[in-house]
């Protein structure tokens, strides 16, 4: 199994930003997909997870802004984040896990990408 995000980058507050997981190895209609990220001096936070059914789940700081979703048929999974803060800067990374409970413990997932640098500036 191989994850690779793309789409990390530098914006302003209140820009918009999509991230991208290229999916190898695994079928994404057969395992959780989610984003984690980490902010400079925290803990990986979770961020958003979508089940092999589609059902889609968020963080509290990001609900209402970011938004999940994938291709099955092309092995993609993408976050779109809308209005984005300064604190919403960290890596993102891309992760998958097989089942859909506990989707936001960071020690269920047993796939990980190498994350995207978001940086948002005030």
């Known amino acids: 199994v191989q994850l690779v995000e793309s789409g990390g980058g530098l914006v302003q507050a209140g820009d918009s930003l999509r991230l991208s997981c290229a999916a190898s190895?695994?079928?994404?209609?057969?395992?959780?997909m989610a984003w984690f990220r980490r902010a400079p001096g925290k803990e990986r936070e979770f961020t958003a997870a979508?089940?092999?059914?589609?059902?889609?789940f968020y963080g509290d700081s990001v609900k209402d802004r970011f938004t999940i979703s994938k291709n099955n048929a092309r092995g993609t999974v993408s976050l779109q984040m809308n209005t984005l803060k300064p604190e919403d800067t960290a890596v993102y990374y891309c992760?998958?896990?097989?089942?859909?409970?506990?989707?936001?413990?960071?020690?269920?997932?047993?796939?990980w990408g190498q994350g995207t640098q978001v940086t948002v500036s005030s």
């Open positions: 190895g695994v079928a994404l209609n057969n395992v959780t």
């Open positions: 979508i089940w092999a059914s589609g059902f889609q």
């Open positions: 992760a998958a896990k097989y089942g859909p409970y506990s989707y936001t413990e960071v020690a269920q997932y047993t796939h």
